[in-house]
């Protein structure tokens, strides 16, 4: 059964750091691409950051809402990625979720998400 | 960036009843590969999104033939024929032809 875990929200204030964390199992994740989606209060969803394999050089690509101040990275023997969030904002408030791509390019399976509330 | 316009907003259906939502595109979903990245997603109450259809008229495994997606280059439909009580929920499209990927602001499905 595949399954994410996501951890390390919580309520931060604005200008500092955290770091999500998103375990994973039941499928091959040293070939997938990872990728993170944030669904804002108002139920939008915003696609992120992704992270390919390590036969494509672990190439990794962002929204530019997060560029520069976002990080994503994975430790294949861990099967996890990560989130490194830096310099956060009150508007980077989300409940966010790590998912990976299918053959078909389509985000199959999500993990329950983990929410990030940024107010001083 | 591709803006994805949903309609309508929300929808009464009865039980036993036919859906069909709208997602239309800023901009034509044909990659250069020939394949359309138009997905749909399901988010049920408390739930994460559940991928229902894969390129535009794929149904993922699992997922009943009640639900059925068509269109191309920038009008494709969602069809949910027979809706039943586990099928309410909020219900959006993605499209990852283009970067960066965007999604529909959704679609909220409501027994009458």
């Known amino acids: 059964e595949v399954q994410f875990v996501e951890t390390g929200g919580g309520l931060v204030q604005p200008g500092k750091s955290l770091k999500l964390t998103c375990a994973t199992s039941g499928f091959t994740f040293s070939t997938a691409w990872m990728h993170w989606v944030r669904q804002f209060p108002d139920k939008r969803l915003e696609w992120i950051a992704r992270i390919k394999d390590k036969s494509n050089n672990y190439a990794t690509d962002y929204v530019e809402s997060v560029k520069g101040r976002f990080t994503i990275s994975r430790d294949d023997s861990k099967s996890s990625v990560y989130l490194q969030m830096n310099s956060l904002k009150e508007e980077d408030t989300a409940t966010y979720y790590c998912?990976?791509?299918?053959?078909?390019?389509?985000?199959?399976?999500w993990g329950q998400g983990v929410m990030v509330t940024v107010s001083s | 960036d591709v803006v994805l316009t949903q309609t309508p907003v929300s929808l009464l259906i009865s039980l036993g009843g036919q859906a069909s939502i709208s997602c239309r595109s800023s901009q034509g979903l044909i990659h250069s590969n020939g394949n359309t990245y138009l997905h749909w997603y399901l988010q049920k109450p408390g739930q994460s999104p559940q991928l229902l259809i894969y390129q535009v008229s794929n149904r993922f495994s699992g997922i009943p033939d009640r639900f059925s997606g068509s269109g191309s280059g920038t009008d494709f439909t969602l069809k949910i024929s027979r809706v039943e009580p586990e099928d309410l929920g909020v219900y959006y499209c993605l499209q990852r032809t283009h970067n960066p990927n965007t999604f529909g602001a959704g679609t909220k499905l409501e027994l009458k």
């Open positions: 998912t990976t791509q299918n053959w078909e390019g389509a985000f199959d399976y």
